[in-house]
């Protein structure tokens, strides 16, 4: 347990050294702004084109600034050397794994904290309805997304060799996930009989982080209609309290999944070298 | 070939399309849009992918395979007026007068059999007993107007004639 | 008061009066003036039966019930006028299918009475079976249907409450329609408020309908009209619905100055459905917060004028609507603002599109672009619903602006307007909540920049 959090206070500080941080910091925050600017005459209640825009651009940049940040963290840790070093303490790979991934987290967190933060005040300032329950589901969803694709982001930094590796394969992991997501999948799902079109696509939205929490959030947005007759149980069942503890059930599995994943790859690379 | 006339009906003896539960909750009529009412009214069809459709109105699965042809519909069932059990299309029998009220006016409703369709005119003392293959000669009208002749009943068939020409051209067009 | 309305001389009614006082029974006759009857039942007596007050009244009579129960079902079969000042109440317990009050004459007037009618099913507080007939401030609870129309032409049915209950000690049972007309032409439909039954006001076989003011909530839908040519449907308000109004099958009808807002829980919910509509106008209503503000299918030839379509998932939804006048409407704030598909020949014009970039070149207030509407996503989910859960998906919107192909037969704003016409949308009401949002974000920001202070910039 000291070690793990050894570690993420190590990662914590070279975070907030990591001129990176701060370049993202300060997209996210022009953005949301700007965002918030654009809307200033409409609520920012419910699902609308107001918040609706605001998942999008969230869903652009959150997952990319959390896949470039964790995996160029990792990548440097071999690049520098100072995993050599580790190795060569009686720190366990679990708790190597574990400290980075709550440092980083940690950072992420304070980012996206920043942002939220200037965002209230602002939208306090200029007199803006900006509805309680939409501006901490929003906070929810920026948090559950970050955390989710951050262990994405382990993944892909435990697998590369160097940066430039990483910034590839996130790049096009980000590109996949969010932006090619329903190409690839009517593409591929449209080979398949009618019948098993639905199923298949519950399963992949599953994996796919940044559809799993946008759907929530449009949900917990109460737009869950609009997603038609076909999930209308999963809406209902989704829009009561027992399924933000679903949600979280799913999340705390993907995290953990993930986890071991990346302890492995980390066990099995320490093992051999 | 021989072969392949096997694979396709073995492939279509395998396939069951049997009925799909009404779920008034999210079933809408597929021509209408109105929610489909659990009741003795409600018809669906499956296609041979099986895609199921519900409608609210025998005279609206009509309209549906009007549009969409009868190749590709692997069963469709109707409901028993009396016992609400689904009954396949083709060997329902069928009772059809103006002054019946079915969810979109058609006038038309369903019986397992021919006694009970006889049972319902004789008991009603109204309607005519049509089978599936007479219902393919129906001519679906809806009763917008009832027979009271009211000074307005002229206009209001004048208006029912050209919103039926304009429910052809659109069918043309789909 | 009550006496003094018998005594209207524009009236030759007689007033007769019935007065129960505690235990005893107490009839008196009001003769002065040659005319008069006032029934009063006192509550203490328990519940009075109401059918005998009416037996003994004469055609044209002006009963006024004294506060207090009185007990139906009743059989209105002569012209008589029943006042309850609003403190009358008749019940109907008994279990059978009959009405709580049956109307067969012509020119009834019933006003100011309490019904509470406990069947379900078919039956009915008030079923009207003769023309010219005035239900007014009546206060309805039923456990089935509300108000019942039958081949009875020109009623006058305004400022009635109706709404649905389960009867003590009972399960739910089928919730009825509130006012239900079939074959029924001419009547005028106002001010009427109407909620938790199936549909608000239904007309079948209408025609030259007026339904006006009505406010209509929880409900399966508020107004729901079919074959009603010639009729009016204006400034109705309705809320939580699972749609507005559903308008079927008619022509030359005219839907304006409703207002349809928050029908968005059902996967199915509409501000306003149009299928079969022809010759019609839709004009100045307002449609905010619906899953999808106006739905239009298989309609033609009408006009959509200066409706407001705000902050709806999906703004408007055509299928298979050809030459129709759609100009001047207002969309703000909508996820989606407009669906198109199989719709040609429709005169899209001057209306504004928020979301939209428009280019005013020549500064006529007009973009110099036109708005076409994609229609990628609608005909995705008509081939498979299960693909609604790509709804506005960012990379939905990556795809759908790829797919270009037959953008000429796109349906086409060729004039957008680069302004919403003024004075069209109040601005939106605080949404509450605004400190929490600017207190958390003060304390979100002050942590943040600690953590950031703490670990970055002091370097310890």
């Known amino acids: 347990m000291a070690d793990i959090l050894h570690i993420a206070r190590r990662e914590l500080k070279i975070g907030f050294r990591n001129p990176w941080a701060y370049s993202f910091l300060a997209l996210f925050c022009t953005f949301s702004l700007g965002l918030l600017l654009i809307h200033v005459n409409n609520a920012v209640e419910g699902y609308t084109a107001v918040t609706g825009s605001m998942l999008s651009l969230i869903l652009y940049l959150l997952p990319l600034m959390t896949l470039f940040l964790g995996s160029f963290s990792l990548t440097s840790e071999r690049e520098d050397g100072s995993w050599q070093l580790l190795s060569t303490y009686p720190i366990g790979t679990l708790s190597f794994v574990l400290g980075k991934y709550t440092g980083l987290a940690a950072v992420l967190l304070t980012i996206v904290a920043f942002g939220y933060g200037l965002m209230g005040l602002l939208s306090g300032l200029l007199g803006m309805a900006f509805a309680a329950d939409t501006y901490f589901l929003f906070l929810a969803f920026s948090a559950g997304l970050v955390l989710l694709f951050l ?45 098993w079109i639905k199923p298949a696509l519950i399963v992949l939205t599953m994996l796919n982080p940044a559809e799993l929490v946008r759907l929530f959030v449009v949900v917990k947005l109460g737009g869950g209609s609009v997603l038609g007759p076909e999930y209308y149980q999963w809406v209902e069942w989704i829009s009561r309290p027992g399924g933000s503890l679903l949600f979280l059930g799913v999340c705390a599995a993907w995290v953990l999944l993930s986890i071991l994943a990346v302890y492995w790859i980390w066990e099995r690379g320490r093992s051999r070298g | 070939m021989v072969a392949m006339s096997l694979v396709i009906l073995a492939a279509c003896g395998q396939k069951k399309y049997e009925p799909v539960a009404i779920n008034e909750d999210v ?104 089978t599936a293959g007479e219902l393919a000669s129906h001519e679906w009208k809806q009763n917008k107007d009832m027979m009271n002749m009211d000074m307005q009943s002229g206009e209001g068939h004048m208006e029912e004639h050209s919103s039926e020409e304009g429910t052809h051209s659109e069918e043309k067009d789909m | 008061m009550l006496i003094a309305q018998g005594f209207r001389p524009s009236r030759s009614t007689k007033v007769r009066a019935v007065l129960l006082a505690g235990l005893f029974i107490i009839c008196l006759f009001f003769c002065s003036f040659n005319h008069g009857t006032i029934v009063s039942a006192d509550t203490s007596t328990g519940v009075l039966p109401l059918q005998p007050i009416i037996d003994s009244a004469r055609e044209g009579d002006l009963i006024t019930l004294a506060p207090g129960a009185y007990s139906g079902p009743v059989r209105l079969d002569k012209r008589v006028t029943i006042n309850g000042n609003g403190e009358a109440i008749l019940l109907h317990t008994a279990k059978d299918e009959q009405a709580a009050v049956l109307i067969t004459a012509d020119s009834v007037r019933l006003e100011n009475l309490k019904i509470q009618q406990n069947n379900d099913g078919e039956a009915a507080a008030v079923r009207v079976e003769a023309d010219r007939v005035t239900l007014k401030g009546l206060v309805i609870h039923s456990a089935g249907y509300g108000i019942l129309l039958r081949e009875a032409d020109s009623g006058v049915i305004s400022d009635n409450t109706i709404s649905w209950f389960i009867p003590t000690g009972e399960a739910p049972g089928t919730r009825g329609t509130g006012i239900d007309l079939y074959n029924s032409h001419g009547a005028v439909i106002r001010g009427n408020d109407i909620a938790y039954l199936r549909d608000g006001i239904y007309l079948e076989n209408s025609r030259n309908t007026v339904v006006d003011q009505n406010k209509l909530t929880y409900l399966r839908y508020g107004v729901h009209c079919m074959y009603i040519n010639g009729s009016k449907v204006t400034n109705n308000t309705g809320e939580y619905n699972i749609t507005g109004a559903m ?22 919910s509409q501000g306003i459905l149009l299928y079969d509509v022809r010759n019609s106008a839709i004009i100045n209503n307002r449609v905010e917060g619906n899953r999808v503000g106006i739905y239009m299918q298989q309609s033609s030839d009408n006009k959509l004028q200066q409706n407001l379509v705000l902050r709806n998932y999906i703004g408007v939804q055509f299928e298979n609507a050809e030459g129709n006048r759609f100009e001047r409407n207002g969309f703000v704030a909508n996820v989606i603002e407009a669906q198109a598909t199989g719709s040609r020949d429709n005169e899209m ?69 680069m302004q919403l016409e003024a004075g069209t949308v109040s601005p939106d009401q605080a949404a509450g909540g605004q400190g929490t949002v600017m207190v958390a974000g003060w304390l979100l920001l002050f942590l943040s920049v600690i953590t950031i202070i703490y670990l970055g910039v002091l370097r310890l």
């Open chain 2, 27 to 130: 079933d809408i009529c597929v021509v209408c849009n109105m929610q489909v009412k659990d009741d003795a009214f409600a018809t669906q069809l499956t296609t041979k992918d099986g895609k199921n459709y519900k409608f609210d109105d025998i005279g609206c699965m009509n309209e549906w395979k009007k549009s969409n042809g009868t190749e590709q519909i692997g069963m469709d069932y109707v409901r028993d007026y009396n016992d609400k059990s689904w009954v396949e299309f083709s060997k329902a029998s069928y009772v059809y007068d103006a002054s019946l009220r079915t969810p979109m006016a058609y006038g038309v409703i369903s019986f397992k059999d021919k006694a009970a369709a006889e049972a319902f005119v004789k008991e009603q003392a109204l309607g005519t007993v049509l």
């Open chain 3, 349 to 417: 014009n001057g209306n504004y599109w928020d979301a939209f970039g428009g280019l005013d070149l020549t500064g006529d207030g007009v973009s110099d672009l036109k708005y076409a509407i994609n229609p990628f996503y609608q005909q995705l989910v008509a081939g498979n619903a299960a693909y609604q859960l790509f709804f506005q998906s960012p990379g939905m919107t990556f795809l759908s602006d790829m797919y270009t192909g037959g953008s000429a037969g796109w349906s086409t704003d060729s004039a957008p307007l």
């Open chain 1, 151 to 195: 262990t994405l982001a382990l993944i892909i930094g435990s697998l590369s060799r160097n940066r430039w590796q990483a910034l590839t394969i996130s790049v096009a992991v980000w590109f996949f996930a969010v932006i090619g997501w329903p190409t690839f999948l009517i593409a591929g799902l449209g080979l398949l009989p009618y019948l």
């Open chain 3, 247 to 268: 308008v079927m099958g008619v022509t030359g009808v005219v839907v304006s100055g409703n207002s349809f807002r928050k029908q968005s829980r059902n996967v199915h």
